[in-house]
């Protein structure tokens, strides 16, 4: 899409566009690994490991674990590249990613693209996911039996992805991950690991579209990936 149309459409959305302003905030420049490594690149060559994604997307597609099964459109598998470096992990999906099949493509998915370009990375270039991979009702919270159900799936989805960094986004997402019922104002801020793989939480694009005096942490969150993975 033309850049300047863009810019009108996430105006007249009241989505403010994320520049980066590196000099002004961190003296230092944005550049780092987006490219997917070496390894990796070997990894997305062995058709026996695009195999395991296709069975495992299938897998979910028709699961019946939880109650969420009755009132899911479809579910909502992730997207992106599968060798990336940067898994992005959300909640669950809303009413239009469970209409559209994908993550993050309501208002809150549009502000998470507008942050993920600021630091230089396109939504191609990253995996994108959810906690749960079916909507719950209404958009509630999800449930403890839920997430587990769940947590296999995105279980095999690291063990595929290997990313170089994980991005928690939200509370959920990080308390879910890291097994925690700590805080998010405590849990961001700082790297976490999760099975040997940096993980670093940032505010949900939700909230900060309702809290937008927390736009600077969620930038300084994002430095920090960003710095984690250079
Ligand atoms: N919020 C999330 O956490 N995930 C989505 O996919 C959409 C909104």
């Given at each position: 899409?033309?850049?300047?149309?863009?810019?009108?459409?996430?105006?007249?959305?009241?989505?403010?566009?994320?520049?980066?302003?590196?000099?002004?905030?961190?003296?230092?420049?944005?550049?780092?690994d987006v490219e997917p490594d070496a390894d990796n690149v070997e990894h997305e060559s062995s058709e026996s490991v695009q195999t395991s994604w296709d069975i495992l997307?299938?897998?979910?597609?028709?699961?019946?674990?939880?109650?969420?099964?009755?009132?899911?459109?479809?579910?909502?598998?992730g997207?992106g590249n599968k060798i990336a470096n940067w898994m992005?992990?959300?909640?669950?999906?809303?009413?239009?990613?469970?209409?559209?099949?994908?993550?993050?493509?309501?208002?809150?998915?549009?502000?998470?693209?507008?942050?993920?370009?600021?630091?230089?990375?396109?939504?191609?270039e990253v995996f994108?996911?959810?906690?749960?991979?079916?909507?719950?009702?209404?958009?509630?919270?999800?449930?403890?039996?839920?997430?587990?159900?769940?947590?296999?799936?995105?279980?095999q989805q690291r063990a595929l992805l290997k990313p170089k960094i994980i991005?928690?986004?939200?509370?959920?997402?990080?308390?879910?991950?890291?097994?925690?019922?700590?805080?998010?104002?405590?849990?961001?801020?700082?790297?976490?690991?999760?099975d040997g793989t940096?993980?670093?939480?940032?505010?949900?694009?939700?909230?900060?579209?309702?809290?937008?005096?927390?736009?600077?942490?969620?930038?300084?969150?994002?430095?920090?990936?960003?710095?984690?993975v250079?």
């Open positions: 899409m033309d850049n300047l149309i863009r810019l009108q459409y996430l105006e007249a959305m009241g989505i403010d566009v994320w520049m980066p302003r590196v000099s002004s905030h961190v003296g230092q420049s944005l550049s780092f997307q299938a897998e979910v597609a028709s699961c019946t674990k939880c109650a969420l099964c009755e009132t899911r459109t479809q579910t909502v598998f997207t992005i992990i959300g909640e669950a999906p809303g009413q239009h990613e469970d209409e559209q099949g994908k993550p993050f493509v309501g208002k809150a998915g549009l502000l998470l693209t507008e942050m993920l370009r600021a630091v230089g990375l396109d939504r191609d994108i996911t959810n906690i749960l991979k079916c909507r719950p009702p209404g958009n509630r919270d999800p449930k403890p039996d839920e997430a587990e159900s769940c947590s296999e799936y995105l279980r991005l928690a986004v939200g509370r959920i997402a990080a308390q879910t991950l890291l097994n925690t019922d700590a805080p998010l104002s405590k849990l961001r801020g700082k790297v976490h690991e999760l940096p993980l670093v939480v940032v505010y949900h694009p939700a909230y900060l579209l309702r809290s937008l005096l927390e736009k600077r942490k969620a930038w300084q969150d994002l430095l920090l990936a960003v710095r984690t250079r």
